[in-house]
């Protein structure tokens, strides 16, 4: 039996059950005549009570779960500043704010392999070079090397 089909057999069922609550309805009120409005009357009143009951338990609930979210967590854990200038240089809020980020943001910061890099990068613009040219600039770039190599170490 598909969805469609076992929700269209429930709302027959429930139609049916209403019709039938409605039938009996309409005999107590014939048989008990004026009697019946203050047995409604408590009826009702016994139903909101009972509903108040437990929307107002509901409503409880859901202040207190909104009022557990709403508090900060209590922290006992103390944080330390990332940056403790120990000289006589000032420094402005946004340089602080650069150095409390860390080595990864530091400007002059040079990754692993940057000479490799750097020599790529220049054989391939070197090849770009007319041909007589060429030459001449490899030894440039291979002069400079040494001498980076001389001030790295």
Same mark, same amino acid.
């Given at each position: 039996m598909s969805k469609r089909q076992n929700q269209k057999l429930l709302y027959m069922k429930k139609e049916k059950l209403n019709n039938e609550l409605y039938e009996v309805h309409l005999k107590a009120a014939r048989e008990w005549g004026k009697a019946w409005k203050p047995i409604e009357n408590f009826k009702h009143d016994t139903t909101n009570k009972e509903l108040e009951r437990k929307y107002k =338990?509901?409503?409880e609930k859901l202040d +207190?779960? =909104?009022n557990i979210q709403m508090e900060k967590p209590y922290n006992t854990? +103390?944080?330390y500043?990332?940056?403790?200038n120990k000289t006589d240089i000032i420094f402005s809020n946004d340089e602080l704010l650069l150095l409390? +980020?860390?080595p990864k943001y530091n400007l002059n910061c040079k990754n692993k392999n940057w000479i490799r890099t750097r020599v790529l990068q220049a054989e391939t613009s070197t090849n770009q070079l007319p041909a007589f040219v060429q030459q001449h =600039? $490899?030894?440039q770039v291979k002069k400079k090397g040494i001498k980076i $190599? +001389?001030?790295k170490n």
């Open positions: =338990t509901m409503e +207190k779960l =909104t854990k +103390k944080f500043h990332h940056v403790i409390s +980020k860390g =600039t $490899r030894y $190599r +001389k001030i």
